[in-house]
């Protein structure tokens, strides 16, 4: 059965910090997705990056970066020189490929970052 | 304007009573989907639709219903709402026609519902 689990439930750390979220998840599957979304304290759910079974390169995207490690079943997302505006909730979600077709998401429970002045 | 948009923003109302959540979406996906987020639990798929024909229950349906009225609407029904029913609901949308297949799910911007 597919899981993804997030174990940190809440992180608090000061505004240029650097912070990593972890996630670790559990398919059978040889191909699947894994996604990050962000929860700001607005509520809505704002879409991270996708990454692909096949595709291990680490990802960067300004202060974001995403490192991927099939050996250990984690997709781990770290913020560098954190601000404030980064506080929220991520959430951390997979998808597996069958039939030739995505399935639906299955979300961990969400890391809630809380960035202090 | 929104790509997904979802009405109500909130809604308070009472034990028994139906209630409907709208969700309409400009994005020209077919796929769209109903969740419901409580705390601590993270996000749980109630229904999901692949088009207008096609719809289909998630982990949780029990106690609702939906309708596909049109590619671009998907409404989600509590035909008898409980206290238990008090969440936040996102409708989301996607498409595996693009992207190379790869689909992103992405979601409109959630109605707090409380039941009294």
């Known amino acids: 059965a597919q899981k993804v689990t997030q174990a940190q439930t809440e992180i608090s750390v000061v505004e240029k910090e650097d912070v990593t979220l972890d996630c670790v998840y559990e398919?059978?599957?040889?191909?699947?997705?894994l996604f990050w979304y962000k929860q700001p304290p607005s509520g809505e759910l704002v879409f991270l990056i996708r990454?692909?079974?096949?595709?291990?390169q680490n990802e960067i995207s300004g202060r974001y970066s995403w490192n991927f490690q099939k050996s250990t079943s984690s997709f781990n997302f770290t913020i560098t020189a954190s601000q404030v505006v980064d506080s929220a909730v991520y959430f951390c979600?997979?998808?597996?490929?069958?039939?030739?077709?995505?399935?639906?998401?299955?979300f961990g429970k969400g890391t809630k970052l809380s960035v202090k002045p | 304007d929104a790509d997904v948009t979802q009405t109500p923003r909130n809604r308070i109302t009472k034990t028994g009573k139906r209630i409907m959540l709208e969700c309409s979406q400009t994005?020209?996906?077919?796929?769209m989907y109903w969740y419901r987020q409580d705390p601590g639990l993270g996000l749980r798929l109630i229904y999901y639709?692949?088009?207008?024909?096609?719809?289909n229950k998630g982990e949780i349906s029990d106690g609702y219903s939906v309708s596909r009225q049109a590619q671009a609407k998907f409404s989600l029904s509590l035909e008898s709402a409980i206290p238990n029913q008090t969440a936040l609901y996102f409708c989301?949308?996607?498409?595996?026609?693009?992207?190379?297949?790869?689909?992103?799910?992405?979601f409109g911007p959630g109605t707090r519902l409380l039941v009294l």
């Open positions: 989301a949308t996607s498409d595996p026609k693009l992207a190379g297949g790869e689909e992103t799910q992405y």
């Open positions: 398919t059978r599957d040889t191909t699947y997705y």
């Open positions: 990454r692909n079974s096949f595709d291990e």
């Open positions: 979600a997979l998808s597996e490929y069958y039939g030739g077709s995505q399935g639906n998401l299955i």
């Open positions: 994005k020209g996906h077919d796929r």
């Open positions: 639709s692949f088009d207008v024909k096609d719809i």
